[in-house]
């Protein structure tokens, strides 16, 4: 019971709708220098390339909590305009878990005559392959229940991302579309009794809109951004509104800012006898560290609302490296996405 009222919690706190949780969870990894986990056009964006490491843990007061691990690097192909990289991630909720692997393409269109000039417009092919499981030992029911199993049950899924981005000196601006093909989700339907009337959903897909521009050309800098996302099954929308300053010291950068995510679409619920209705809206201070190659970042996250599974948020720490040519401004701007 316990399990299942963490998957519940879950799926509510981060208003995704069960049919849409295939795939890595957009959280707030993104902002720690780390675009290309959420738009497959950052692969290779620059000179060289990027390794990140992250890990997600939530309500460390509870027990078997929800979390997630990811790793991803990519680079730019040497004397091309091509770049390549992967994703591996592991997802548990509850009784739910996937663990999935990403390969992606991408190539890079300058649209400037003087190299210094950040002008590119790319785009990004990036298939995926996904594990899928769900334990069902642990179910029990004095009358036995023929939708249930009561195995441990896996499916395998194949599906393709897209994405565009342009990059415009201290500007930028992306597009993802996540499960581009409809694809059956089977996982519900396996072993069960009743398999040819049970409901099979095939369109995972989502969309995702990012903005931003980078203020300033001294040792402090600002860096607005928005990041929208729309579920195509369930038309659930959320934004993200981001503030991001930059300061530059004797041994690197620091950095920090803060995230506020709200979703378009409530929930509701009944409290002492009369309806209400929550829409999720969490906070996310979050801090970093550049040194040499070097990138060291934390996130921490909290739910504002009546409805919660616990008083705690939710921790995030990301690592980095970043690796190729010497670590000089190519072009002439302040886009540590493309200058590493």
Known sequence: MKRILLSLAALFSFAFHAHSQEGIPVYFDYLM???YLVHPSMAGIGEG???????????FSVDE???????????????????IGFVLFNDANGYHSQTGFKAT??????????????????????????????DETEFRSVV??????????????????????YSYMDFYAHASILNLLNSERELYRIGRADDPNLPLFDNLRRYLFSVGYIFGKSSFRIEPSVLFQLTD?????TIDLNAK???????????????????????????????????????????????NR?????????????????????????????????????????CPAANY
């Open 33 to 35: 220098d780390n675009y």
């Open 49 to 59: 390339g990027k390794i990140r490491l992250t890990a997600r843990q939530q309500w």
């Open 65 to 83: 909590a929800p979390n997630m691990q990811t790793i991803n690097a990519h680079m730019r192909l040497p004397d091309s305009r091509s770049g």
């Open 105 to 134: 393409y991408a190539h890079h269109l300058p649209l400037a005559s003087d190299f210094r000039i950040l002008n590119q417009l790319s785009f990004a092919l990036s298939p995926t392959v996904l594990q899928s499981r769900l």
């Open 144 to 165: 036995p229940d023929p939708i249930v199993t009561g195995a441990n049950i896996s499916a395998t899924y194949f599906n393709i991302d897209l994405g565009m981005s």
């Open 233 to 237: 099954f369930t038309q659930e929308k």
């Open 245 to 291: 300053v930059y300061k530059d010291v004797a041994f690197g950068t620091v950095w920090g800012g803060l995230s506020y995510r709200r979703s378009f679409d409530g929930a509701q619920f009944v409290s002492n006898g009369s309806f209400g209705e929550q829409r999720l809206q969490l906070f996310t201070p979050f801090v970093g560290l550049n040194v």
């Open 294 to 334: 070097f990138m060291f970042a934390y996130n921490y996250s909290y739910q504002s609302g009546d409805i919660r599974l616990d008083n705690g948020g939710f921790h995030q720490i990301t690592l980095g490296y970043d690796f190729g040519p010497k670590r000089e401004n190519r072009y002439d701007c302040y």
